[in-house]
């Protein structure tokens, strides 16, 4: 019984492989195949009204290039599509390209990988690595997809049919990287609640976050891009069916909103970058009042303590013929270095107070920033 792989290709006999075909034939009965060799599709592919061929690569840009060669897509088709870098449209109405963004979250790291959709009469092919899933919930049951594609539906139909299912698997699994961000985008609100995380560390989250999300946007404006252009670029092998064109306009609108909803995030990071600013600022004002009340008392301090040793070292010499047994020279000396100090303390006490306007209690100095200033 063939079972799934994680890349969402087949496996037979608990073998994993490479590519998983999903064929509807002229009378209406589906084909499921697996194989690791491309080769083997191609008699069932030519017996098929219309295929469906996922492969899962090493390199986008060589086994890709093979096996979509193999299949009769033109070179310059597929090298025309490695050459933009997020997203690409070819139309060269035998054949159609496109490039679609993958989004994949690899170490905290928002990463867009390329999935490839080749389209001609009667095979679409996805091409992908195997760094990403896609397409594995649609490979589950594309059997019974096809069956429900009618019968009487032309070429372009049914191929606007399965090519609008697999751009909504894409999207789908898009979108749920998002989820992911939000996720991580929560942890922000624990350090921001304990007040030992540093505003550094904080403000290194929030970047790093915000990062992710802009990622995440480029890919989605390049998604966008792409079913911009598939809504009206009028491809030979896209319907002209409104009904059908639009099943792409229900998948721009999914992606609009996706892309409200990103930009909403960002904008709510943004508040909390300011939040993170204005905490920081707030500390570094904090320790710049409690430095000042430190050299506010120092300054008050280092005067009690300069003016007597200045005036005891002046009143030591003998020309002045105070006598260490005298009462009153004793008085006078004491008189001579109390009543100076005192005075100069107060001096510098009130300077400090009034006109430096520097701190002399610790409460002015953890509030001072709140307080308004004077005119």
């Not at 025309?80 to 997020?86: A, N, V």
């Not at 091409?127 to 019974?144: N, P, Q, S, V, W």
């Not at 789908?172 to 921001?192: S, W």
């Not at 990062?211 to 896209?238: C, Q």
């Amino acid at each position: 019984m063939m079972e799934k792989n994680q890349n969402g290709c087949g496996t037979q006999t608990q073998q994993e492989c490479d590519g998983v075909l999903v064929a509807l034939g002229h009378d209406g009965k589906t084909v499921r195949m697996c194989a690791n060799r491309p080769e083997e599709f191609l008699h069932t592919i030519d017996a098929s009204s219309i295929s469906w061929v996922n492969f899962c690569v090493d390199s986008i840009e060589d086994d890709g290039l093979k096996i979509a060669s193999l299949f009769g897509f033109s070179t310059n088709l597929y090298q025309s599509l490695l050459t933009h870098e997020y997203s690409a449209y070819d139309d060269r109405d035998t054949e159609l390209g496109l490039k679609i963004p993958a989004v994949s979250i690899e170490e905290d790291k928002v990463k867009i990988l390329p999935v490839l959709i080749l389209v001609k009469r009667g095979l679409i092919l996805t091409l992908h690595t195997e760094k990403i899933i896609r397409f594995f919930r649609f490979g589950r049951y594309a059997d019974i997809f096809f069956k429900k594609i009618p019968k009487s539906a032309s070429l372009e139909d049914k191929n606007t049919i399965i090519l609008a299912r697999l751009l909504d698997e894409n999207n789908t699994r898009n979108f749920e990287y998002l989820a992911k961000i939000e996720m991580r985008a929560e942890k922000l609100n624990d350090l921001m609640a304990t007040s030992e995380t540093p505003g550094v560390r904080m403000a290194h989250e929030i970047h790093r976050v915000k990062k992710m999300l802009i990622t995440y946007m480029y890919g989605l404006w390049a998604t966008l891009d792409v079913l911009n252009t598939l809504r009206y670029g009028d491809a030979d092998l896209i319907t002209d069916s409104p009904k059908l064109l639009g099943k792409i306009t229900l998948l721009v609108e999914d992606v609009n909103r996706q892309i409200g909803l990103t930009e909403h995030m960002s904008e709510v990071l943004s508040s909390g970058l300011e939040v993170v600013q204005t905490i920081y600022n707030n500390q570094l004002q904090q320790l710049n009042n409690r430095i000042t009340w430190i050299a506010a008392w120092l300054a008050i301090l280092s005067t009690a303590a300069i003016v007597p040793n200045t005036i005891a070292t002046i009143l030591s010499s003998s020309i002045w013929g105070l006598e260490p047994g005298n009462h009153w020279h004793m008085f006078v000396y004491l008189c001579l270095i109390t009543i100076p100090t005192l005075w100069a303390t107060f001096a510098v006490y009130t300077w400090v107070k009034q006109f430096a306007k520097l701190p002399t209690k610790k409460e002015e100095a953890e509030v001072r920033e709140k307080m308004p200033r004077e005119k």
